[in-house]
């Protein structure tokens, strides 16, 4: 079907804050023209600046989630003219002691144009199409919620 590429580069360098351990900065190289700056979440030592795994995670579900909505959307008539999320993600320690994104809750909002307007249970069988088409939530085993906005 397809294959996505994503390179990493991480060099050895002392933690700007704490000497004694590692930097954990490196980039996630998407093409020639994208690079994505990464770290580890602020509470395991990274760099707040850049995105983190996790957020990198929830932004994958929320846009994947996003795309396939406006595609369905497109396909039943309805003319989206804005869309937002504030997607948040959760992470927890397991029963095996690990620790994992245990649940992600999108929040999608989205505006339309155009005479034919969704009612709140058409948007809500708009969303949950989405939900089920989307390949990241199909990848993934933690509970994603919907909360329509």
């Given at each position: 079907m397809s294959e996505h590429i994503v390179r990493l580069q991480w060099e050895a360098s002392p933690h700007p804050k704490q000497p004694k351990t590692y930097n954990r900065d490196h980039q996630a190289i998407?093409?020639?023209?994208?690079?994505i700056p990464?770290?580890?979440?602020?509470?395991y030592l990274g760099n707040e600046a850049f995105a983190d795994p996790e957020q990198l995670l929830v932004n994958a579900l929320a846009s994947c989630h996003m795309l396939y909505f406006l595609a369905i959307c497109e396909g039943s008539g309805y003319l989206v003219s804005?869309?937002?999320?504030e997607a948040a993600g959760k992470v927890s320690k397991g029963q095996d002691g690990g620790m994992w994104v245990s649940d992600i809750v999108l929040r999608p909002k989205a505006s339309f144009s155009g005479d034919k307007q969704p009612d709140r249970e058409t948007l809500r069988r708009l969303h949950d199409r989405a939900h089920k088409g989307c390949f990241i939530a199909n990848s993934i085993?933690?509970?994603v919620s919907i909360d329509i906005q």
């Open positions: 998407i093409s020639p023209s994208v690079n990464v770290s580890a979440a602020a509470e804005a869309y937002e999320d085993k933690c509970h």
